[in-house]
């Protein structure tokens, strides 16, 4: 099967991770979508203490609410040795079913950022993303920079030496398709936590 993994906080999930996943799988015919529950952003969180399993078992309920979906929440994370690095997180996927292909969802702001990631080539060879647009990034342009990486003359020799290190895959390929019709909706995590916080009810925003 191709699987699509969907990895994230989702704290809370809500309509526009929905349009996303049903997107992945009735729009570009992924079998299914692992929807993966991180501990924290090996990046963006080091301090919290967080655990990830009440956003698991509330995200497990989020998608109960939606029979029609294919998708499975993945808790596979949560029980993995920090740091929660991506590639470590395919891999193991990958390891525990070997007879699927996996494939990384990630937004277009996250694709202007992945050379900060471990081993972001290999994720890129490897398994390969799918990019879901974002307000204010331009993932074609981002897409081709990255793919510019691995341009190599048919017959041009390996450099030698520390020189030659890159992150660029022996293949000289990255796997990175644009969802460019997906539908982007203009609501985030951080802003229904803001509007609960204030009192606001934005539950109709939740998935």
Known sequence: MRIAVYAGSFNPLH???LAIM???TEDMGFDMVYLVVSPKNPIK?????????????????????????????DDIELGMPAPQY??????????????????????????ADIRRWK??????????VAVYPRQGYDMGMTRADLMSECVRPAVQAPAAGPAADSACPDNGIYKITLMENAPMVDISSSELRAAFAAGIDASAYLM
Do not use: C, Q, W
């Open 15 to 17: 309509i526009g991770h």
């Open 22 to 24: 049903r997107y992945l």
């Open 45 to 73: 969180d080091t301090v919290s203490a967080d655990t990830g399993r009440e956003r698991y078992e509330a995200a497990v309920a989020a998608v109960a609410r939606h029979p029609e979906l294919k998708v499975m929440v």
């Open 86 to 111: 991506t590639i470590r997180t395919l891999d193991a996927i990958a390891e525990r079913e070997p007879g699927n292909s996996f494939t990384f969802v990630l937004g277009a702001d996250n694709l």
């Open 119 to 128: 081993d972001y080539g290999r994720i890129l060879s490897d398994y390969g």
